[in-house]
């Protein structure tokens, strides 16, 4: 019998934390690009049919825009704390995006 004497328990655990993170996130970022280019149809379909006009797709942009950047500097603490350096996560986010 062959003992792992560099391998702890709580190893394990924050590899496969890690993992699952690294899925999860990639399902949510594989949809929100489905979600995405489904809304983006709708717009130029719209847009084709004259129920919008270019400039208020252009206003929403730019009000759209103005609102991520808020969001955006509330996220990026919550960012900091993923295991990018992480195989684990890497290869979750791999598997997510893929499989998703």
């Known amino acids: 019998m062959v003992a792992f004497t560099g391998i702890t328990e709580s190893g394990i655990i924050s590899l496969i934390i890690a993992f699952v993170l690294g899925l999860l996130i990639g399902f949510l970022l594989k949809n ?4 995405g280019i489904i809304i983006l149809a709708i717009i130029i379909l719209l847009i084709a049919i004259g ?5 208020t797709v252009e ?6 825009g103005q609102s991520a ?6 996220f990026s603490t919550y960012l900091n704390l993923l295991p990018y350096n992480s195989i684990a996560f890497i ?3 791999v ?6």
């Not at 929100?32 to 979600?35: A, N, S, T, W």
């Not at 598997?95 to 998703?100: N, Q």
């Open 32 to 35: 929100i690009v489905k979600v």
């Open 95 to 100: 598997l997510g995006l893929i499989k998703g």
């Open 91 to 93: 290869i979750g986010l």
């Open 59 to 64: 206003n929403a942009l730019i009000h759209l």
């Open 51 to 55: 129920a919008l006009s270019p400039t």
């Open 69 to 74: 950047s808020q969001a955006e500097s509330k």
